[in-house]
């Protein structure tokens, strides 16, 4: 599998968890099996959101925290990948 890190936005079900969630994947020693095991890059906390930010990460841990129970959706980051998003369908479910 690639193991390319990329800009992947991920939107959570509430803002305590974006609290937990992102503690968990900006902690270099997460506590839960669905994250990374090591510190993620958070490149854009989105401020004017309180449930999603940016995160450099590889196809398969993206995957992983697909089945995060927190998660309300995960894709690659618009603003990173325009030409993407134009021409492909965005999931957000």
């Given at each position: 599998m690639e193991d390319t890190m990329k800009y992947y936005q991920l939107g959570v079900k509430s803002e305590a968890d974006w609290d937990v969630l992102h503690q968990l994947l900006t902690n270099s020693t997460p506590e839960e099996n669905s994250v990374p095991t090591h510190e993620v890059e958070c490149t854009d906390e989105m401020l004017w959101t309180a449930t999603s930010s940016v995160y450099r990460l590889t196809d398969e841990e993206a995957a992983m925290l697909k089945n995060h129970p927190s998660r309300s959706y995960i894709h690659l980051?618009?603003?990173?990948?325009?030409?993407?998003?134009?021409?492909?369908?965005v999931n957000y479910i």
């Open positions: 980051d618009p603003a990173s990948y325009p030409e993407l998003h134009k021409t492909i369908k």
